[in-house]
């Protein structure tokens, strides 16, 4: 089955699970989302790629285990909406460091178009653990900051992601 939605860049591959694609659909189809394929997370993977990457692993892992998959797909998408070259950061901050910083960048763009659960809000603001010190409180900020951290490992060194099933 081939899943289309008006919106989505065309070059960036979404996962083939009408379930996941309905709970995350409106975020996928905005236009501060879709900037997220101009710019390089790791490798030479985009931070689109990276976010749905996570987002559709931390959704699985929420599933099997009983815990809000919802929130995990939601925030896990939203994650890293921080929307400036982070390999430029600090050189235009003054030395401030992206790995402090863009999570409460990523939640203040989240916020601003977009209703955020509590939960939701916890995940995107603590995925940096233990970098933002105060641990994490709900379990699906585990799945999706465990999930990020596996992407960035595989994504810099051009390792595949592996069982996304992308359409």
Request: with cysteine.
């Amino acid at each position: 089955m081939e899943l289309t939605f008006r919106g989505v860049p065309d070059d960036v591959m979404v996962p083939d699970d009408a379930e996941y694609l309905a709970i995350v659909e409106d975020i996928l189809q905005d236009e501060d989302v879709q900037s997220m394929k101009t710019f390089i997370q790791h490798g030479t993977t985009s931070c689109l790629e990276h976010s749905i990457a996570v987002s559709y692993l931390s959704y699985k892992t929420c599933l099997k285990y009983g815990l809000d998959a919802r929130a995990a797909a939601r925030a896990g998408l939203l994650h890293d909406l921080f929307l400036y070259d982070w390999h430029l950061h600090s050189s235009i901050t003054g030395g401030k460091m992206h790995a402090f910083t863009h999570p409460g960048s990523a939640l203040k763009n989240a916020e601003r178009k977009f209703h955020l659960s509590k939960k939701e809000r916890e995940i995107i603001l603590k995925h940096m653990w233990p970098l933002t010190v105060i641990p994490p409180r709900h379990p699906e900020s585990y799945v999706v900051l465990f999930h990020d951290k596996a992407c960035s490992m595989r994504e810099t060194f051009r390792r595949p992601v592996p069982n996304l099933n992308m359409a």
